[in-house]
């Protein structure tokens, strides 16, 4: 084998490695379609999605309420220190 051999044989076997990562990335794109055609066609996502934010802004409400009560301790606490 010659040099020109060696050379289109290292050009084949580059053109089989794209061609399985085109493969593999293929396949990867079909099992995400499967995954959102799945979460399109669930009844039930789109009321659990509004139940969760309802939560969480309740929750982020209580925090903002707890930090509120904490900062009132705080300046009493101040008042209360002697000035120094």
Known sequence: MDSWD???????????AILSLLVMHYLQLGKMGQVLD???LDPQRPKTCVLDQAELRSALRAEKAHVQQLLRKV????AMLPAV
């Open 75 to 78: 300046a009493i606490l101040q």
């Open 6 to 16: 060696w050379v289109a044989l290292a050009a084949f076997v580059m053109l089989v």
């Open 38 to 40: 799945q979460w399109d």
